[in-house]
């Protein structure tokens, strides 16, 4: 089994109201993104990651959880 990356990007924005596409905007990418967080098909950077984090006012720890086989 291979490790694995799960997020809460999709649960939050959907608590704050955001859009996918006001989401995106705001932290600088594309919509598509937005969706390949949300969906677990894309693993984003440690600095996208953090502006997630910043976005929703969390530590990184509480969007992304790593889990190891």
Do not use: C, D, W
Not at 36 to 61: D, M, Q
């Amino acid at each position: 089994m291979k490790p694995e990356l799960t997020n809460r990007v999709f649960e939050l924005r959907s608590k704050t109201g955001a859009t996918q596409e006001s989401l995106a905007a705001t932290i600088g990418v594309t919509r598509q993104t937005i969706i390949a967080i949300e969906k677990g098909n894309y693993t984003p950077s440690v600095t996208l990651a953090l502006k997630l984090a910043r976005f929703f006012k969390k530590p990184v720890e509480e969007l992304f959880t790593y889990h190891e086989a």
